[in-house]
């Protein structure tokens, strides 16, 4: 079955850790993207890529490293830098087009202590 | 003026009344527009797409579209508890790239026995 794919479930990791939340698609989409939703807050735009080996910065992209070295993988990099880390962060991908909707993978909570 | 607006709720309703969730948004050239629900803790799910003015229906949902007065609405006939959740509304505007859709922080749904 076509999907995205997010790794892992759960997450935990101590301040100051640098960690990389996966995401793999099989939908052969171009156009990828990373958002995060924190409670009452709805979902905010970290990156996105429209094709492979370019991407630009969301509304809330600091602290927060991507890469897309392959049209399926578009992994999301935590670093120290960020300030508030905890969350719930969702992969999406869509094709092109104004009329095409995203489609989410199942998302991963990170925990920061 | 936020882009995309909803009523965060919760919005109640008796089982097997009509629902009638929101959105309204400020860019008057957005051309598409999506309803995703979301259960608490999952990621979100996409449930209807419109971009004519008029209304779409698919199964009990109908979507309402008004670009003169810029909303869009969802109505949910015979409502379940199995319905209760948040719903996101997500708008792709005019301006900026086509890539990015914009989505209201969401209005939870409570589906009363």
Redesign the interface.
Same mark, same amino acid.
């Given at each position: 079955d076509g999907g995205i794919t997010q790794s892992p479930k759960y997450l935990f990791r101590k301040e100051g850790q640098n960690v990389t939340l996966s995401c793999e698609q099989n939908l052969n989409h171009d156009a990828m993207y990373w958002y995060r939703q924190d409670p009452g807050q709805g979902l905010r735009l970290i990156y996105y890529s429209q094709i492979v080996n370019d991407f630009q910065k969301g509304d809330i992209a600091e602290g927060y490293s991507v890469s897309r070295e392959k049209k399926e993988s578009f992994p999301l990099t935590v670093t120290s830098a960020q300030k508030n880390p905890t969350a719930f962060y969702l992969c999406a991908s869509r094709e092109e087009g104004r009329y095409s909707p995203l489609h989410f993978g199942n998302g991963t909570r990170l925990t920061v202590t | 003026q936020k882009e995309v607006e909803q009523n965060?709720g919760p919005l109640s309703v008796p089982e097997g009344a009509i629902a009638s969730l929101n959105c309204t948004y400020s860019d008057r050239g957005s051309? #598409?527009f999506?309803w995703y629900r979301q259960y608490s803790? /999952? #990621?979100?799910? &996409?449930i209807m797409?419109i971009?004519s003015n008029g209304d779409k229906e698919d199964g009990r949902f109908t979507a309402q579209l008004n670009k003169a007065s810029q909303y869009v609405s969802l109505l949910i006939r015979d409502s379940q508890p199995s319905d209760s959740a948040t719903y &996101?509304c997500?708008v792709?505007p005019l301006t900026g $790239?086509?890539? /990015? &859709?914009t989505?209201? $922080?969401?209005t939870r749904l409570q589906v009363t026995l």
């Open positions: - | 965060s051309q #598409s999506f803790g /999952k #990621s979100p799910e &996409l797409s971009y &996101l997500a792709n $790239t086509a890539s /990015k &859709l989505f209201g $922080t969401g």
